[in-house]
């Protein structure tokens, strides 16, 4: 079992920035990749971010690439989603995801491992 605690969202105007994070607890963190999803009312959760177990890798959807940076820090069981310009079409329940493999499930379905969200609002 891998239990995940999205942390950090807010409310902030268009612009702003947010960092997110995701600690985790259980099994080993760094045998993990973690994906960033979001999801907004009435619609199926959509990847935004992806960072592999060592942290070598990620993936960024392109409608947040240049904005969002996903890193993390195995030595303190946490992935960050670093969100920088950020609009008001960013406004969604933000999820982090923990499976095995890289390059992750691009959909929400497969994965085990699920925090409960952080509800993040940018106002225009």
């Known amino acids: 079992q891998v239990q995940l605690v999205e942390s950090g969202g807010g409310l902030v105007q268009a612009g702003g920035s947010l960092r997110l994070s995701c600690a985790a607890s259980?099994?080993?963190?760094?045998?993990?990749?973690i994906a960033w999803f979001r999801q907004t009312p009435g619609k199926e959760r959509e990847l935004v971010a992806a960072?592999?177990?060592?942290?070598?890798?990620?993936y960024h959807a392109g409608s947040v690439k240049g904005r969002f940076t996903a890193s993390r820090d195995n030595a303190k069981n946490t992935v960050y989603l670093q969100m920088d310009s950020l609009k008001p079409e960013d406004t969604a329940v933000y999820y982090c995801?923990?499976?095995?493999?890289?390059?992750?499930?691009?959909?929400?379905?497969?994965?085990?491992?699920w925090g409960r969200g952080t509800q993040v609002t940018v106002s225009s």
């Open positions: 995801a923990a499976d095995p493999l890289w390059p992750p499930p691009v959909v929400a379905g497969p994965y085990d491992y």
């Open positions: 259980g099994r080993t963190f760094s045998n993990y990749a």
């Open positions: 960072i592999s177990r060592s942290g070598g890798n990620t």
